[in-house]
């Protein structure tokens, strides 16, 4: 299974609430409801992945507690405890032509405009101004780096994205 068919992972299943099974949710969304957008979830019990659907869910305090279809009970409940939430590549929404996930983004390869290859994007730190691409930098980079920060500022120094072709074209000194 390649990395755009694995399911991406929202959120993860908190500590049970009450005794009618209901449970807190941690969710990595945009927006913390916006785990809510989608259904069915995938949560992943016992390194396997399997479907479940939201029954219901609300705000408790500042935290979010749902009911999941099935889950009846606190001791089911604890038993689902620590288990990632998830939903596959296709559930997740359709971006403008400008607009990218960051998991379309981990493993292209970055050049500069001048032709050099600074590496391959292994992750996205967020920052609270802009996105920064960190870069592995190849094996025998001419200037000695490990890797590189590049922040992601589309035209001052991020100049193209081909998610397709996993290329990323930047105009970023190599040695900086």
Known sequence: MSDNQQPIVLGKLGSSHGIKGWLKITSYADSVEGIFDYSPWLIKEQGVWR??????????????????EGVTTRE???????????????????????EFYHRDLIGCAVTNINGYNMGIVDQIVETGSNDVLLVKANAKDAFGKAERMIPFVPEQFIKQVDVQGKQILVDWDPDF
């Open 76 to 98: 089911h409940a604890q038993m689902l405890t620590n288990c990632e939430i998830a939903i596959l590549p296709e559930q997740m929404k359709e971006l403008a032509d400008d």
């Open 51 to 68: 479907e479940v659907k939201v029954a219901q869910w609300r705000f408790q305090g500042k935290a979010l507690v749902a009911e999941l």
